[in-house]
């Protein structure tokens, strides 16, 4: 696995996290910055689970099980989208507070992925 990628992934989910937070502590709903800056943190998991999955198909394994590695990078990229659109049906500081968790998850998935890989 791509380490630099998977540490600028976590490192952009919790800076998200934290922008995102400050907006629920200032009673905002998400504005469009947020999705800006949901855009990029999915674009990175994006090209994470690209080259996951060139990885595999070259033949490379990772040490704890594909199915589960596939598993994670899957639910890495889905994180930040599905906490957006979550976001959208909650216009109030909730929403924000609803992509600030997203952006937890997301930063532990990404943990998670570097010890499946065997990191």
Known sequence: MFVALTVVTAVAALALAAWCGWAAHR???TKDW????MA???VLALVQLVIGVVQLARGEKPEQ???IFVAYLIGAFACIPAAGFMSLAERT????VTVAAGGVVLAVLEVRLYDIWGG
């Open 27 to 29: 009673d905002q709903p």
């Open 93 to 96: 500081r909730w929403g924000s």
């Open 40 to 42: 990029v943190v999915s």
């Open 34 to 37: 947020h999705f800006i800056g």
């Open 65 to 67: 099980g594909t199915t």
